[in-house]
């Protein structure tokens, strides 16, 4: 157990116990409850997916390269040139808050779980307001929205995010940026390199569905078994398979 935590990942009813919740297990939930209840209540998890070693190289680069900003206390070239009045925000916990399995985190005493997630980045406006910041990359000739099905989790993200600061007691604003680096398929050779356009979107988000959902997720664990989703692809094949082997 640590700071009160329970470390094991498997929900228990009724454990006086604070039980870790993660922003990407939200999502779960949102995706599939059935899903949702077989990896949080009885540890029967999806198929990992393959890591985007590249997507993670261009995080790690862009992190790099604000916190030189953050260490001056100046604006990145990128938020001038799309008029965001802000600075990367200095703060004791800022790495913490940047790690896989810390992150950000609020004990959500009605249900006694501890929400967590890591963010990708934090920046201050001149409104004194923390603003929540995601690296994303791809490869598009397309121009870059937020309307895409698959983006929608892109903006539930950024919601908790913003949920979880205010609930540390800090100030956030309603707007949070995604600073996207798409990679240039238009060079004439790949000459050992990959160049990227990198661009600043907005996304205005509104968080008030994050406490009903963290009451809705504990309310799934704790019962039976829910039913499927009606768009979930893992459903189907475990119920196929399964009725394959007991035949």
Known sequence: ?????????????????????????????????????????????????????????????????????????????????????AVPFRHEKINEWRENFKGVGFLHRSTNLFIHGAVDDVWINDKKELIVVDYKATSTNSKITLDAEYRQSYKRQMEIYTWLLRHNGFKVSDTGYFVYANGDKDKKAFDGKLE????????????????????????????????????????????AAGKYESS
């Open 1 to 85: 157990m640590m700071n009160g935590v329970r470390s094991k990942n498997f929900f228990s009813p009724g454990s006086p116990e604070p039980f870790k919740l993660s922003r990407s297990k939200i999502e779960l939930f949102l995706d599939c409850p059935r899903c949702f209840y077989l990896d949080r209540r009885l540890g029967i998890g999806r198929p990992p997916g393959f890591p985007f070693t590249l997507n993670s190289a261009v995080d790690y680069l862009l992190k790099k390269e604000f916190d030189i900003h953050r260490a001056a206390g100046s604006a990145h070239p990128l938020m001038k040139a799309y008029g965001v009045e």
């Open 196 to 239: 990227f356009k990198v661009e600043i979107i907005p996304y205005k988000g509104n968080d008030a569905w994050v406490e009903g959902t963290i009451f809705d997720a504990h309310k799934c664990m704790s019962g039976d078994l829910p039913d499927s989703s009606d768009n979930c692809e893992y459903c189907p094949y475990r119920e």
